[in-house]
Structure formats: C-alpha cells, structure tokens
C-alpha cells in the first residue's frame, strides 16, 4: 500500500477520515476532544489519525493538536463541497432530474452544494398560489431586488407596494414579456424611477428560466421544465446567504448575456 496519494479510500473507515478531517477544518483539537466529537474509542481515533498523518494531511503542533495541513485544509474543504452537494441533489433529486438547467453556467453548478439549505415551496389543493404568496411576502421584506424572468408575472403591479422599501430594482426579461411587463407595471411609473435605482435588460437568448429572482433575502427559482413548460406552483426558495450569493452570481451571468433597455 503506498502512502504517497490521497485516496481516502485505500483504508478502512473512510467517512471516519472524512469526518476527522471536516472537524479539523473548525480548528485545532486534541486527541480526546476528537474522540468525544466522533464517538469512536482511544484505539480508532489513532489509528484514523495516524492514517492522516501519512497521507500528510495532518500534524501534531507543539501542544499536541492535531492541525490541518495546507493539502488537508484543501482536501477538507473539497470533502465539505461534494457532502453538500451530494446533500442538495439527494434532498431534491426529481427537481433536479425533471427540470433544465443547461443554461448554468458549469462554475455554479460546480457550486450546487451551496443550495443545500433550500426548500420546495408548493401549492397545495386548498393553496394552489402558495408558492407565488410566499415569494411576494419574501419581497416585502427585501430592499435589493433583482429578477430574471421569461413567464408574464401575474399582478407585477405589486412592485408599486414594496417600491418605497427597495434599494435596488434590476429586471432581466425575454422578449415576449419585456413589454407586457412594463405596460403592467406602468411605463409612466417606471419613467419616474433614478436610473440608478432601476435597471432593465432585455435577453435575446432562452434562459430555460420561468422565474427567478434574487434579493438581499432570498433567492426563488422555478427553472424549465424539460419538456419546455413551467411550473409556477413549485418553487425552489432559500434564505441562507451562500444560496443567495449563488444567486447573485447567476443573475449576473444573464444580465451579461442581455442588452440594457433605456425607458426614456
């Protein structure tokens, strides 16, 4: 057996070694406080620290605690990303197998794990809009908002109610809803709004996105169905801020792929 790889895998207890290794990552610790964390006895934790160790993926400091090194510290955090990730699309493994996601780009997807703290928000036989309700009282809340959609919002008037608490209002519209959407907002109202404060891009090419929006609270997603069509009735909704600066990064890249729309 050689020692010279990192190949978790070559011994036995590989989710022991995982597990030490993701502990380690909260910081240093002493042989009998990883024994408590673990639940694993004296002999076990040795061994398993021994095992690291080889791999140099581990050290004993001067006050005998066991530290990361630089290639476990990476290792550990890749460890933390494939869990998560593993976590993410086995909590919503037909979300992720029934819809379309082609047009995410591969460096967020390589980053699915952050949605792990997400929910499926659907609407129920006595509360079809269920969902819908729940991100306009998500919106409420917010004070940056920004949307990319290719589906005519129903009620998009509503932006009137939450406009005096926004900071920031960024839409990214397909052409067939681009003007729809103004008219049912109201160009007279948007025309009022500081550039500043109100941006507005029209994207040519086919998000496979229904809706989506991101906010300084939470992010909504309701991608492409693969057969083409949405459904409005379940949406994908998370709080947690990685979820969010996902999110983030996702509309910037199809404000990138849009043109800017001048109101005036």
Known sequence: MTTTGYNLSLTPSPNLRTETLIRLTEGER?????RKDLRVGSTTASHTLRELEEYKLIYQDAERNYVLTTIGEIVARK????????????????????????????????????????????????????????????????RDVRVVSSILIPNIEFIHDIFTGLRELHFVLTEDVLHPSIEGIGREWLGKIPES?????????????????????????????????????????????????????????????AENVDLS
């Not at 002493?30 to 990883?34: E, G, N, S």
């Not at 909504?220 to 057969?227: E, I, Q, W």
């Open 197 to 257: 404060y109100f941006k507005l891009y029209l994207i040519r090419q086919n998000p496979k996105i229904g809706f989506f929006t991101v906010t300084d609270k939470f992010i909504a997603l309701v991608p492409c169905r693969l057969d083409g069509t949405f459904d409005l009735h379940s949406n994908l909704i998370s709080c947690n801020k990685k979820a969010i600066d996902w999110g983030l990064a996702l509309f910037n890249h199809y404000a990138e792929m």
């Open 30 to 34: 002493k042989l009998d406080d990883l």
């Open 79 to 142: 460890l933390i990303d494939f869990n998560d990730t593993a976590e993410t699309l086995h909590a919503f493994e037909s979300f992720w197998l029934g819809h379309d996601f082609s047009t995410i780009p591969d460096h967020l997807l390589d980053k699915i794990g952050w949605l792990k703290d997400s929910s499926i928000i659907s609407g129920t036989p006595i509360n079809v809009l269920k969902a819908y309700t729940t991100i306009i009282g998500l919106l409420k809340e917010s």
